[in-house]
């Protein structure tokens, strides 16, 4: 077993703050300047994060197919948000969908095709009864929508029905491929924004700034420095902390670029944050408990989840060699005393001591050990590049992702046209801001520490210096694969290619 000197010195200084009642804790800091040296922005990092609001170009792709029903269904498995989307084998009694709606003319039920497990859901519940924004003095609108798809034999994923709130009504029509051009349209817009609101929340600040700020400061507060567990994880806090005080100051704040110009800014933003803190679970931060969860499992042209796989079994295999050359047997994890201060920690101010998340509240094995940090470090690297990279990708055609509407749905059907639509959307500036801000948070820092890569030698035994380099190896025969791959791809998935992916939470 590992023993630390009590000699060393472990971060201390490293104190909690409550932001805000029932999301996760974080550090407690006067500013960036006070932040240990080790965790702050380089030189290089601030001057580009001062001056990167400098232009914006259009995505051509989704300017071009942004209307389309192939491109709306493929963005739920490979767009920013690929967290939304399970297989549906009970349509949910709140959504009525009918077989004469979605198979017009006899040639299939669902019930048959949820039996073949062709049928699938997204429901965007965590958003219901918000009280949405005020933005340039105009009232805002959020849905909360249903979204069902349907896998075609060509294996096309296709939306078949919209419902644009929770509960069925006659003021609230399923909405379907066969009503109006802009009936049809204006249903996916409403759904589009929506994704927007719950995977900034929720999939992107929660599950992964929130959460790795969480890991990295419980680290710093619980670990020495000669511990194989810090040498393992500091690489994947570089930045972390830094960007998350900036993100508090510039975008959640009263001011912030979120509270202002999103449908959910304000009071809204509390509720979604804390609605989906009550959610979250151990087994959905690890890919493939989730993935088998919701049933994706065999889904096809799923890139998200075929490259996040193969990297998390890629990590899973560093973590448990080095982990195992340092913990023999379970017995030397029980009695680790640092080990357990440090996962009590997280578990009461990460997820705030509710043992219903299925976090440990502390380690019995080096297997949960293992598990756990295979998980952090995916969070903070993989599904953090996963559904961050994109935003600029998908958000910066602004009809595709718009980030507040500014009329309320339809009612009925056959009342919507270009007009109506385009009145719906955001005013200019609301628009500008938006685009300028999932650019910045899109782009590439050029000191940027790609997943692998380590500036810093932490090891110096020969052990876990050589699964470092079976690591680095095993990285770049995937990415390899993903470039070859992509080659053939109409839109190449490159979020998950180890060259593409940071190290950790650093934009």
């Not at 999939?203 to 969480?214: N, Q």
């Not at 295999?317 to 029980?334: A, F, H, M, N, P």
């Not at 650019?439 to 470092?468: A, M, R």
């Not at 380099?469 to 791959?485: M, T």
Request: aromatic letters at 12%; proline letters at 7%; glycine letters at 4%.
């Amino acid at each position: 077993m590992f023993h630390v000197p009590h000699c060393y010195v472990v971060f201390r200084f490293c104190s909690w703050h409550v932001y805000a009642e029932g999301i996760p804790h974080c550090i407690k800091t006067e500013g960036p300047l006070s932040l240990p040296p080790e965790v702050q922005f380089s030189f290089t990092k601030k001057t580009e994060f001062a001056y990167t609001f400098n232009f914006v170009l259009f995505p051509d792709y989704v300017h071009e197919h942004w209307k389309e029903d192939a491109f709306f269904g493929y963005q739920f498995l490979n767009g920013v948000n690929p967290m939304m989307i399970q297989r549906c084998t009970t349509l949910p009694k709140i959504f009525p969908v009918t077989d004469d709606m979605v198979f017009p003319s006899g040639q299939g039920s669902l019930t048959d095709e949820m039996k073949k497990g062709n049928i699938f859901l997204c429901d965007y519940k965590r958003l219901d009864g918000l009280k949405p924004n005020t933005i340039n003095g105009k009232k805002q609108y959020l849905m909360a929508p249903l979204v069902l798809l349907h896998k075609r034999p060509d294996d096309t994923l296709m939306p078949i029905a919209i419902q644009l709130k929770q509960t069925p009504a006659d003021d609230n029509p399923i909405f379907l491929p066969t009503d109006s051009e802009y009936d049809w349209l204006i249903a996916k817009i409403f759904v589009r924004s929506a994704d927007f609101n719950e995977h900034q929340l929720n999939v992107h600040l929660l599950r992964t700034h929130l959460l790795a700020e969480v890991f990295a400061v419980s680290l710093l507060r619980n670990i020495p420095m000669v511990h194989p567990l810090y040498k393992l994880l500091i690489p994947h806090t570089r930045y972390t902390l830094q960007i998350n005080f900036l993100a508090r100051l510039t975008l959640i704040s009263p001011t912030g670029v979120f509270t202002q110009f999103t449908s959910s800014g304000g009071e809204a933003m509390t509720t979604i944050l804390k609605r989906s803190m009550s959610s979250l679970t151990y087994r959905s931060l690890c890919i493939p408990e989730d993935i088998a969860d919701r049933g994706l499992e065999d889904v096809p042209n799923f890139y998200y989840r075929d490259d996040g796989l193969k990297l998390w079994d890629i990590i899973h295999r560093l973590v448990q060699g080095v982990l195992s050359y340092y913990y023999k047997k379970d017995t030397e994890v029980q009695d680790d005393p640092e080990l357990q201060k440090w996962i009590s920690d997280i578990f009461e101010h990460g997820f705030l001591s509710q043992a219903a998340t299925g976090i440990p509240e502390r380690f019995t094995t080096v297997a949960e050990l293992v598990k756990f940090v295979t998980m952090m470090i995916f969070t903070g690297s993989a599904q953090h590049s996963a559904v961050n990279s994109g935003q600029y990708d998908y958000g910066g055609w602004m009809p595709n992702t718009p980030t507040s509407l500014q009329l309320p749905p339809p009612t009925k059907k056959g009342k919507t046209n270009e007009e109506t639509m385009l009145q719906t959307f955001p005013d200019v500036n609301t628009t500008v801001q938006g685009m300028a801000t999932v650019w910045l948070l899109s782009k590439q820092s050029s000191d940027f520490v790609p997943i692998g890569q380590y500036p810093e030698d932490h090891f110096n035994e020969d052990t876990p210096c050589k699964l470092i380099k079976a690591f680095q190896e095993e990285l770049k025969v995937l990415s390899a694969a993903i470039k070859a791959r992509n080659k053939s791809l109409k839109i190449p998935y490159t979020y998950m290619n180890p060259a593409e992916v940071e190290n950790s939470v650093a934009i």
